[in-house]
């Protein structure tokens, strides 16, 4: 028996989130972390999220993929900025889709819609980070034409060391 590629379901729609989508968005971050093998630093809650996402000065945009009136996953991003090319891209913080969704090309059409936003708004650029343990991601994206930044290290200061860094040490 072969594996063929399921067809993309017809009934799949993009569309960006509201706030009544918080408690969808906190299931899809929910579910990211734990498959990341990292729910116990998942301490993202709705009232944070009501607040980041959609309060005065919303930090990130958030699509969501929908089979029928179902959640399917989401990727959630923001704009950030590359000084080499003076022009803004977009940073995929989150791409998730449930495992009962998955196969099926949802992936797929969350990033190609990501693309679209960055081609038509002028932006340099879209990038994400992987964790190096998941191949098949690796695959998915390499696949799409994404190649690894091998020669960049990601750093991240946070907890008790961002609080003595940001009071001066």
Same mark, same amino acid.
């Given at each position: 028996m072969h594996d063929h590629p399921v067809p993309a379901p017809t009934n799949v729609t993009l !569309? $960006? *989130?509201?706030i009544d989508d918080v408690p969808v968005i906190l299931r899809c971050?929910?579910?990211l972390a734990e498959y990341e !093998? @990292? *729910?116990h630093e998942c301490v993202a809650t709705e009232a944070l999220l009501r607040e980041s996402l959609?309060? %005065?000065s919303p930090a990130a945009q958030v699509v969501l993929a929908m089979v029928g009136d179902e959640p399917a996953g989401f990727a959630l991003w923001f704009r950030n900025y590359s000084t080499f090319l003076a022009r803004p891209g977009i940073y995929l913080e989150d791409l998730f889709v449930f495992p009962a969704f998955r196969g099926r090309g949802i992936g797929k +059409? @969350? @990033?190609e819609h990501l693309a679209q936003t960055a081609v038509a708004s002028g932006y340099g650029r879209l990038e994400w980070a992987v964790l190096d343990w998941n #191949? %098949? $991601?690796i695959r998915f994206y390499e696949s799409l034409g994404a190649r690894p930044m091998s020669d960049w290290t990601t750093? +991240? #200061?946070t907890?008790? *060391?961002l609080a003595a860094l940001g009071s001066g040490g």
């Amino acid at each position: 028996m072969h594996d063929h590629p399921v067809p993309a379901p017809t009934n799949v729609t993009l !569309r $960006a *989130a509201t706030i009544d989508d918080v408690p969808v968005i906190l299931r899809c971050i929910q579910g990211l972390a734990e498959y990341e !093998r @990292l *729910a116990h630093e998942c301490v993202a809650t709705e009232a944070l999220l009501r607040e980041s996402l959609f309060g %005065d000065s919303p930090a990130a945009q958030v699509v969501l993929a929908m089979v029928g009136d179902e959640p399917a996953g989401f990727a959630l991003w923001f704009r950030n900025y590359s000084t080499f090319l003076a022009r803004p891209g977009i940073y995929l913080e989150d791409l998730f889709v449930f495992p009962a969704f998955r196969g099926r090309g949802i992936g797929k +059409r @969350l @990033l190609e819609h990501l693309a679209q936003t960055a081609v038509a708004s002028g932006y340099g650029r879209l990038e994400w980070a992987v964790l190096d343990w998941n #191949v %098949d $991601a690796i695959r998915f994206y390499e696949s799409l034409g994404a190649r690894p930044m091998s020669d960049w290290t990601t750093y +991240r #200061v946070t907890g008790s *060391a961002l609080a003595a860094l940001g009071s001066g040490g």
